[in-house]
């Protein structure tokens, strides 16, 4: 059904919105087949399914007239599983509707509970709200569902995976028999089948979605880091971008309130959404992301459920989608209505292999590609000078009378190279990251100095919380070398393997021994080849039954405990005697990272 056969007003307030045409969900509901009936819709996030489900139940609701009956007991319920989401909802319904007078309540938590219930007893047509609130009303007597004529589950699959089963059911066995029942679900795992089964009948079954799986509007990039980067890349991905707005996710609350902390500090414009905001919080990020005062936002799953940002360019993956689905949900939140978007996971070395299965899985072709360097990023900033200084202005007589006494005072090279110094002074810094792009199994280019490099071997891995922020000036310190002439650095299980300049190699080897005490826990050894081959020797070994190396010896240093936080914490050395750890000032604890 094209939007010319829609009610009038209906159709009036779709093309004041701009609407040329029905998305593929939205045409899909509007078919002939599907008037009436209780539905079943997979469809993917940002195809315009809100809108959808407003169009087909636009029947129940508004008389021949397309006009909206005196308002009394609720005609249909959108519940939705997130407050975000759940106004979203009502303001997408509240501009389809306007014309036709139907009235539109909202019911969710962290608002006032009092107001709402007033608002259902001045009567409605349209309830919007989240499980556990509308459960609550229903319980008080407040929402009277004995005249509702449809009822809308958006996003039924995550309701279920957040554990509203019983709130939905609760609901749904409140309302009339002959109500008709749509199901907006992503995925269709075996509860939303059971649930379908239980609560519709002669549902009709409507999919949307590409065989791609991904977001055609979203490229999707992979990079793999070092464990210990993860933080400094999330820096860098955001410099290099300079999204108009991006949204990193993370897994747990805490790594929200950790790195939304870490980027605070380094000079980002920040907010972040979890589940230990209260709703005028989470309001005023929104408002802040709104109005340009806030460019990043780092948020849970949960809490970015429903939030539709038309600025939103970029997301970051900062810690791994636990499946396909939560991967296509954060991604959607770019990439709508025809805007283009990019979204990244950062990749810890480690788990590579589970990100890749994860992506063939889910017929996401990802590019992988190199963190940006320092330099990178520098370069790009250039870049967006020059485009930003170049593009056409209008200037007023009093900019060219300041132009002017200016120029009396410095030389247009001078005022040129103080408006670059300005600019470049309100970015935050990008992160010199030690940890280089590639894989720990996969060959490399040799950065300008390190051909013919030599490698090394420090008893200290991820066992005993390795960093490459306090191993490398370990290694300086020891050594006698600087920063620079330290390359690459791979972190395993139960030891390190580094990098070191050809031409200091044996001034390296030779510091190290020197500095060396006796029953130092700290042990450095030179390794012949590189890791690759380190790795082939190790394997040989094993299958001839020969000896070998043992990474972790007795006396490896253990993990440090602190006395007060309880945390543990990598300190070689730094427990022992005097002299056998980093100099004080020097070693840093292993930071809280987003994975």
């Given at each position: 059904?094209?939007?010319?056969?829609?009610?009038?007003?209906?159709?009036?307030?779709?093309?004041?919105?701009?609407?040329?045409?029905?998305?593929?969900?939205?045409?899909?509901?509007?078919?002939?087949?599907?008037?009436?009936?209780?539905?079943?819709?997979?469809?993917?996030?940002?195809?315009?399914?809100?809108?959808?489900?407003?169009?087909?139940?636009?029947?129940?609701?508004?008389?021949?007239?397309?006009?909206?009956?005196?308002?009394?007991?609720?005609?249909?319920?959108?519940?939705?599983?997130?407050?975000?989401?759940?106004?979203?909802?009502?303001?997408?319904?509240?501009?389809?509707?306007?014309?036709?007078?139907?009235?539109?309540?909202?019911?969710?938590?962290?608002?006032?509970?009092?107001?709402?219930?007033?608002?259902?007893?001045?009567?409605?047509?349209?309830?919007?709200?989240?499980?556990?609130?509308?459960?609550?009303?229903?319980?008080?007597?407040?929402?009277?569902?004995?005249?509702?004529?449809?009822?809308?589950?958006?996003?039924?699959?995550e309701m279920l995976d957040m554990g509203f089963r019983e709130d939905l059911e609760g609901i749904l066995d409140a309302t009339p028999d002959?109500?008709?029942?749509?199901?907006?679900?992503?995925?269709?795992?075996?509860?939303?089948?059971?649930?379908?089964?239980?609560?519709?009948?002669?549902?009709?079954?409507?999919?949307?979605?590409?065989?791609?799986?991904?977001?055609?509007?979203?490229?999707?990039?992979?990079?793999?880091?070092?464990?210990?980067?993860?933080?400094?890349?999330?820096?860098?991905?955001?410099?290099?971008?300079?999204?108009?707005?991006?949204?990193?996710?993370?897994?747990?609350?805490?790594?929200?309130?950790r790195l939304h902390a870490s980027l605070t500090d380094r000079g980002f414009a920040v907010v972040a959404l979890s589940g230990e905001h209260?709703?005028?919080?989470?309001?005023?990020?929104?408002?802040?992301?709104?109005?340009?005062?806030?460019?990043?936002?780092?948020?849970?799953?949960v809490a970015a459920r429903g939030i539709d940002l038309p600025s939103l360019s970029l997301v970051v993956h900062v810690e791994i989608p636990?499946?396909?689905?939560?991967?296509?949900?954060?991604?959607?939140?770019?990439?709508?209505?025809?805007?283009?978007?990019?979204?990244?996971?950062?990749?810890?070395?480690?788990?590579?292999?589970?990100?890749?299965?994860?992506?063939?899985?889910?017929?996401?072709?990802?590019?992988?590609?190199?963190?940006?360097?320092?330099?990178?990023?520098?370069?790009?900033?250039?870049?967006?000078?020059?485009?930003?200084?170049?593009?056409?202005?209008?200037?007023?007589?009093?900019?060219?009378?300041?132009?002017?006494?200016?120029?009396?005072?410095?030389?247009?090279?001078?005022?040129?190279?103080?408006?670059?110094?300005?600019?470049?002074?309100?970015?935050?810094?990008?992160?010199?990251?030690?940890?280089?792009?590639?894989?720990?199994?996969?060959?490399?280019?040799?950065?300008?100095?390190?051909?013919?490099?030599?490698?090394?071997?420090?008893?200290?891995?991820?066992?005993?919380?390795?960093?490459?922020?306090?191993?490398?000036?370990?290694?300086?310190?020891?050594?006698?070398?600087?920063?620079?002439?330290?390359?690459?650095?791979?972190?395993?299980?139960?030891?390190?393997?580094?990098?070191?300049?050809?031409?200091?190699?044996?001034?390296?080897?030779?510091?190290?021994?020197?500095?060396?005490?006796?029953?130092?826990?700290?042990?450095?050894?030179?390794?012949?080849?590189?890791?690759?081959?380190?790795?082939?020797?190790?394997?040989?070994?094993?299958?001839?039954?020969?000896?070998?190396?043992?990474?972790?010896?007795?006396?490896?240093?253990?993990?440090?405990?602190?006395?007060?936080?309880?945390?543990?914490?990598?300190?070689?050395?730094?427990?022992?005697?005097?002299?056998?750890?980093?100099?004080?000032?020097?070693?840093?604890?292993?930071?809280?990272?987003?994975?």
């Amino acid at each position: 059904m094209p939007f010319s056969q829609l009610p009038p007003v209906i159709a009036a307030a779709v093309a004041e919105r701009g609407y040329a045409a029905p998305t593929p969900v939205q045409a899909a509901v509007l078919e002939a087949e599907a008037r009436g009936r209780d539905l079943v819709v997979s469809a993917q996030t940002g195809s315009g399914k809100t809108v959808a489900f407003g169009l087909a139940m636009a029947d129940q609701l508004l008389n021949a007239e397309g006009m909206a009956p005196p308002a009394g007991a609720p005609l249909a319920l959108v519940i939705a599983p997130t407050r975000e989401l759940a106004l979203q909802v009502s303001r997408e319904l509240e501009w389809l509707f306007a014309k036709s007078g139907a009235r539109i309540a909202t019911c969710v938590g962290g608002m006032d509970a009092s107001r709402e219930r007033r608002a259902l007893g001045y009567g409605t047509h349209i309830v919007v709200g989240t499980p556990g609130r509308l459960r609550d009303h229903l319980e008080r007597g407040a929402l009277d569902l004995s005249g509702l004529k449809v009822a809308v589950l958006d996003e039924a699959d995550e309701m279920l995976d957040m554990g509203f089963r019983e709130d939905l059911e609760g609901i749904l066995d409140a309302t009339p028999d002959g109500r008709r029942t749509m199901l907006f679900s992503a995925t269709m795992p075996s509860p939303i089948v059971a649930l379908a089964r239980r609560y519709q009948k002669n549902a009709l079954r409507i999919s949307t979605v590409t065989e791609e799986r991904g977001h055609g509007d979203i490229e999707y990039q992979a990079i793999a880091v070092a464990p210990a980067d993860i933080e400094g890349a999330v820096v860098n991905l955001l410099r290099f971008h300079e999204a108009e707005t991006a949204m990193l996710f993370c897994a747990t609350r805490d790594n929200v309130r950790r790195l939304h902390a870490s980027l605070t500090d380094r000079g980002f414009a920040v907010v972040a959404l979890s589940g230990e905001h209260s709703q005028n919080e989470r309001n005023s990020a929104l408002q802040a992301l709104r109005d340009r005062r806030a460019r990043v936002c780092v948020a849970t799953d949960v809490a970015a459920r429903g939030i539709d940002l038309p600025s939103l360019s970029l997301v970051v993956h900062v810690e791994i989608p636990r499946d396909a689905e939560t991967l296509q949900h954060r991604s959607g939140r770019t990439g709508r209505a025809g805007k283009k978007g990019t979204a990244v996971l950062i990749v810890p070395y480690p788990r590579r292999k589970r990100v890749e299965g994860m992506l063939r899985g889910a017929r996401i072709a990802a590019q992988w590609v190199p963190l940006p360097s320092a330099e990178d990023i520098r370069r790009a900033d250039s870049e967006r000078l020059l485009a930003a200084l170049l593009a056409p202005i209008d200037v007023t007589e009093e900019d060219r009378v300041l132009a002017a006494r200016l120029l009396t005072e410095r030389s247009a090279e001078d005022l040129a190279a103080a408006l670059v110094q300005i600019h470049r002074s309100r970015l935050p810094q990008p992160e010199e990251l030690v940890s280089s792009d590639a894989s720990p199994t996969e060959p490399r280019t040799p950065r300008p100095g390190f051909e013919g490099s030599s490698w090394f071997r420090v008893n200290i891995g991820r066992s005993q919380n390795a960093d490459p922020r306090w191993i490398l000036p370990l290694l300086c310190r020891r050594g006698h070398v600087s920063r620079t002439e330290i390359g690459a650095i791979r972190i395993t299980g139960d030891e390190t393997l580094f990098e070191v300049q050809g031409t200091v190699a044996a001034r390296f080897l030779d510091a190290v021994r020197r500095t060396a005490d006796e029953g130092d826990e700290v042990e450095i050894t030179q390794v012949e080849g590189g890791p690759r081959e380190e790795a082939r020797h190790r394997r040989r070994d094993n299958a001839s039954g020969a000896p070998v190396h043992r990474a972790k010896p007795a006396h490896a240093p253990k993990p440090y405990r602190h006395p007060a936080r309880g945390n543990d914490q990598s300190r070689p050395g730094g427990t022992g005697p005097a002299g056998k750890g980093p100099k004080k000032g020097t070693w840093r604890s292993k930071p809280d990272r987003a994975k």
